[in-house]
């Protein structure tokens, strides 16, 4: 809730509105997923982090008429902290948001970029979620 409370007076300061909180009901500015949670953990007080940890942080906000959404996902107390499965996933996640970008070519489709992910995560032995792969805007 530490970051929650962080996130909202940030957005309100710069202007902004929280494009998750009210959307569908859901109750805060921030989705945070911890460790083997895949999306959409609700921030609450009840949820500590502690070392050795990793968390997703999502933000959505509306500034403008313009959208943005952004995530990432950190180690709690730092890459020291966490176990060599979790550096793992850090590494190849970040190694395939590179190439993912390198696709973001006009002619490419999204399915160009979705699958130089894929190819990346598998070959490292992770999966994608496909249930959860894309989404649109309101």
């Known amino acids: 809730m530490d970051l929650e409370r962080v996130a909202e007076r940030k957005i309100s300061e710069l202007g902004a509105v929280s494009a998750f909180k009210g959307y569908h009901d859901y109750p805060r500015v ?11 953990g609700i921030p609450s007080e009840r949820r500590k982090l502690k070392a050795g940890d990793i968390v997703s942080i999502d933000c959505g906000v509306v500034l403008d008429g313009y959208f943005g959404d952004s995530a990432i996902t950190v180690a709690v107390g730092g890459d020291e902290a966490i ?14 948001l590179k190439r993912a970008i390198e696709k973001m070519r006009i002619g490419n489709t999204v399915g160009d970029v979705g699958a130089a992910v894929q190819d990346i995560v598998e070959a490292n032995g992770f999966s994608v979620v496909r249930e959860f792969v894309g989404h649109g805007l309101r």
């Open 30 to 40: 921030l989705c945070t997923s911890i460790n083997n949670e895949i999306v959409h």
């Open 83 to 96: 176990s060599p499965e979790h550096k793992k996933l850090l590494e190849v996640t970040e190694a395939s």
